[in-house]
């Protein structure tokens, strides 16, 4: 069966620091790989989608940046981040672009 | 671009009182699903419908696709404390290549 993980569950960082997050998937090849921010009591956000290794769409204007160097693999990075980068990230993976998504547990951030 | 409203935004509800949330697309779709978020939690994937008018049900909750494929419902009958959440319809446009995700009805049962 496929799983997902993502890692830290939680994080702390100081504005102006670097970011990376990671998205692992298991049990599937050559899925579709997103980005979602999420911020309080909010809804979901798309941020980057990727259909396969190297290829990388970004939905909204940002102080974000995606990468996927493996076929399962799918990170999020930041060079600094700011305050508004706050929130509930979530990775989520698809066998089709308009097919089912299966989400990761999130990673929660605060920029302080 | 598609837009994919969800009301209403939030509802409250006493335990064993129905609830129904709807789901309204500007531009047809080729199939909606519905997901839930616990608190503190991920979307999960509920169900998928994809025929024009179909009804699909899951114990207490019961999901419709509108004729034109433009709307949906959500309805839970007699809802229990494990209901709380936030519910979130998504649907491609039709020909589109993406996933365009509702705005959500956060869910509050009071027990």
């Known amino acids: 069966s496929q799983t997902i993980h993502q890692w830290p569950a939680t994080l702390v960082q100081p504005v102006g620091s670097p970011l990376s997050l990671e998205c692992t998937v298991e049990g599937t090849s050559n899925p579709n790989l997103y980005w979602y921010r999420q911020a309080a009591g909010r809804g979901l956000q798309l941020l980057f989608y990727s259909v396969g290794i190297g290829q990388i769409s970004s939905e909204v204007p940002q102080n974000l940046s995606a990468s996927r160097p493996q076929d399962r693999q799918f990170i999020l990075s930041s060079k600094k981040l700011l305050l508004s980068d706050s929130g509930f990230y979530l990775c989520?993976?698809?066998?089709?672009?308009?097919?089912?998504?299966?989400f990761g547990p999130g990673t929660r951030l605060l920029v302080l | 671009g598609q837009q994919v409203m969800q009301i209403p935004q939030y509802q409250h509800v006493q335990e064993g009182e129905d609830f129904t949330t709807y789901c309204n697309s500007s531009t047809t779709l080729s199939n909606i699903q519905w997901y839930k978020q616990r608190p503190g939690g991920h979307p999960v994937f509920l169900i998928q419908?994809?025929?024009?008018?179909e009804v699909k049900k899951q114990k207490r909750l019961t999901f419709q696709f509108g004729e034109a494929k433009k709307n949906s419902s959500l309805h839970i009958t007699a809802t229990q404390t494990t209901d709380v959440g936030t519910y979130f319809c998504?649907?491609?446009?039709?020909?589109?290549?993406?996933?365009?995700f509702g705005t959500g009805t956060r869910l509050t049962v009071i027990p």
């Open positions: 998504a649907g491609p446009e039709a020909g589109a290549n993406n996933l365009f």
């Open positions: 419908l994809v025929k024009s008018g």
């Open positions: 989520a993976w698809s066998e089709g672009l308009k097919e089912t998504q299966y």
